[in-house]
């Protein structure tokens, strides 16, 4: 494998994304190869790309001699294993499990719900509404932790995971036309992040694919 960690990715894949992000935060250089995940039926399920991700998913992450599949898994391996420069977890349990309660009403219950799979499933004339409608059921209970636990950014003064996570769902609702009035911590957190460099680089738009 190359000594480059080299990510497989979608643009606009939000598991991809929160990945970038980290690998931004932690200052690692990488390679980047896209998998479209609409081309061709979905290059994700070629029998290339499945001897990497058994689930035919991204992102996919090949780094010190590993093949690293699952965001979360790999962000949490990026942070224990070089938790410099930009620690993602904070050391207090309480905040550390506050964080990771945030990620995983993102990562558990809101992404799976409107992802591309679910929608192709659902079908074309429901797949808005169906999005739109998870989306908003997941970020009002995030708003709601929230209020407890919302610093400068979702928890404190400090970028965690629960950032990561938080970003790449904000477009999707924006995609899925969620009404965000009623969300105005979630509104704020995100537009401050969005001024970050770590998070513009990451950003779908300056992905080359």
């Given at each position: 494998?190359?000594?480059?960690?080299?990510?497989?990715?979608?643009?606009?894949?939000s598991c991809s994304w929160r990945v970038r992000i980290a690998l931004e935060l932690k200052q690692i250089k990488y390679e980047q190869r896209a998998v479209h995940l609409l081309n061709n039926g979905?290059?994700?399920?070629?029998?290339?790309?499945?001897?990497?991700?058994?689930?035919?998913?991204?992102?996919?992450?090949?780094?010190?001699?590993?093949?690293?599949?699952?965001?979360?898994?790999?962000?949490?391996?990026?942070?224990?294993?070089?938790?410099?420069?930009?620690?993602?977890?904070?050391?207090?349990?309480?905040?550390?499990?506050?964080?990771?309660?945030?990620?995983?009403?993102?990562?558990?219950?809101?992404?799976?719900?409107?992802?591309?799979?679910?929608?192709?499933?659902?079908?074309?004339?429901?797949?808005?509404?169906?999005g739109h409608d998870a989306i908003s059921k997941g970020l009002r209970a995030v708003e709601d932790v929230l209020s407890v636990t919302a610093g400068k950014y979702c928890v404190g003064d400090t970028?965690?995971?629960?950032?990561?996570?938080?970003?790449?769902?904000?477009?999707?609702?924006?995609?899925?036309?969620?009404?965000?009035?009623?969300?105005?911590?979630?509104?704020?957190?995100?537009?401050?992040?969005?001024?970050?460099?770590?998070?513009?680089?990451?950003?779908?738009?300056?992905?080359?694919?």
């Amino acid at each position: 494998m190359s000594k480059v960690p080299v990510l497989y990715s979608y643009f606009r894949s939000s598991c991809s994304w929160r990945v970038r992000i980290a690998l931004e935060l932690k200052q690692i250089k990488y390679e980047q190869r896209a998998v479209h995940l609409l081309n061709n039926g979905g290059e994700q399920h070629s029998d290339e790309y499945k001897s990497l991700n058994a689930m035919e998913q991204v992102p996919s992450l090949l780094i010190d001699g590993l093949c690293l599949t699952q965001s979360m898994a790999i962000i949490e391996y990026l942070e224990e294993t070089r938790p410099q420069p930009h620690p993602l977890l904070p050391g207090d349990p309480v905040l550390k499990a506050r964080v990771r309660q945030i990620a995983e009403i993102i990562n558990s219950g809101i992404q799976p719900v409107q992802n591309l799979s679910i929608l192709q499933a659902v079908g074309p004339e429901r797949k808005m509404q169906w999005g739109h409608d998870a989306i908003s059921k997941g970020l009002r209970a995030v708003e709601d932790v929230l209020s407890v636990t919302a610093g400068k950014y979702c928890v404190g003064d400090t970028v965690t995971i629960a950032d990561l996570c938080l970003i790449p769902q904000v477009y999707n609702a924006s995609r899925f036309k969620v009404d965000m009035s009623g969300m105005p911590t979630i509104s704020r957190i995100a537009a401050t992040l969005e001024a970050l460099p770590e998070f513009r680089a990451a950003h779908y738009s300056k992905q080359p694919d």
